[in-house]
C-alpha cells in the first residue's frame, strides 16, 4: 500500500463520517508530520500495526487540530 508522505496535500475522505472534522472536512490539507507508533506521536493507537497517522495544516499554515489516520484521509 502506498502512504502519504510528509508534504502531500490531502483531504478527510468523503467517506468518513466524523463530525469532529467538519471544522476542515473540505479544506486542502498538508502533512506536516508522519507517526507509525507511539514513540513519534502519543496519541498513536497502537491497533493499528504501522498505518500512518498525520498532523495536517491547513492553507493558511495552521494546525487542524486533529491528527489522522491514512484511511480517513485522501489525496487532494
Known sequence: MKYFKLG???KVSSENDNEGYDEF???ILTIVHVAKN???HP???SGM???PLYDLED???ENVGSSLYFY???EA
Request: aromatic content about 10%; cysteine-free.
Open 25 to 27: 472536512r473540505n479544506q
Open 38 to 40: 507511539r514513540q513519534d
Open 49 to 51: 500495526n504501522g498505518e
Open 72 to 74: 480517513e484521509l485522501e
Open 8 to 10: 502531500d496535500k490531502v
Open 43 to 45: 496519541g498513536y493507537d
Open 59 to 61: 492553507e493558511f499554515g
